[in-house]
T-cell receptor, first 111, second 114 residues
Framework: AQRVTQPEKLLSVFKGAPVELKCNYS??????LFWYVQYSRQRLQLLLR??SRESIKGFTADLNKGETSFHLKKPFAQEEDSAMYYC?????????????FGTGTQLKVEL | NAGVMQNPRHLVRRRGQEARLRCSPV?????VYWYRQLPEEGLKFMVY????????ESGMPKERFSAEFPKEGPSILRIQQVVRGDSAAYFC????????????FGAGTRLSVL
């Protein structure tokens, strides 16, 4: 069965420091991975997808199939990055995609 | 475009009562997903629906839970005879045809069972 693991419940960094939020997955098929973010009092929203290979708000994530990882990185943390971050794996099902989420990492950026 | 709308935001029920959670997808979206988040856990897939059809209900508990997405109106997640273990946040997401792997989430309904 598929699984997504985010080992850190809380990650606290200082403003300007590098950030790395860890995500590992297990899936026998070809994975499609996402990072979702939930800011305080807001709904869950898509941050980025591995297929796009894009940088959003300074964040990047590279899929490493050898290590089955999809870590989220940012070189310099900003205060507004404080939020809950969820890594998710997409599984095809009947024409749609169901998401398997990790338990999330709370990122706290301190001044 | 108001996005995915869920109501109510908070729902309190006593054990044995019924809970009805509503989800209006983004206008034009034909795919709806329901997820449940228990305390200290990630969101867990429950059911995937298209208009008038349940496509995948592999994450739904076998008893007391049902879902529908009628031709007209919102998607409904119904929990009969609620128990304390049903207390959770329930999230709905929708996606458009042709881009099913991008899901837009509602703000969730927090169900508390007394």
């Amino acid at each position: 069965a598929q699984r997504v693991t985010q080992p850190e419940k809380l990650l606290s960094v200082f403003k300007g420091a590098p950030v790395e939020l860890k995500c590992n997955y297990s899936y026998s098929g070809s994975p499609e991975l996402f990072w979702y973010v939930q800011y305080s009092r807001q709904r869950l929203q898509l941050l980025l997808r591995h297929i796009s290979r894009e940088s959003i708000k300074g964040f990047t994530a590279d899929l490493n199939k050898g290590e089955t990882s999809f870590h989220l990185k940012k070189p310099f943390a900003q205060e507004e990055d404080s939020a809950m971050y969820y890594c998710a794996l997409s599984i095809l099902t009947g024409g749609g995609n169901k998401l398997t989420f990790g338990t999330g990492t709370q990122l706290k950026v301190e001044l | 475009n108001a996005g995915v709308m869920q109501n109510p935001r908070h729902l309190v029920r006593r054990r044995g009562q019924e809970a009805r959670l509503r989800c209006s997808p983004v206008k034009g979206h034909s795919h709806v997903y329901w997820y449940r988040q228990l305390p200290e856990e990630g969101l867990k897939f429950m059911v995937y629906l298209q208009k008038e059809n349940i496509i995948d209900e592999s994450g739904m508990p076998k008893e007391r839970f049902s879902a529908e997405f009628p031709k007209e109106g919102p998607s409904i997640l119904r929990i009969q005879q609620v128990v304390r273990g049903d207390s959770a946040a329930y999230f709905c997401a929708s996606s458009p045809r042709g881009a099913q792997n991008i899901q837009y989430f509602g703000a969730g309904t927090r169900l508390s069972v007394l």
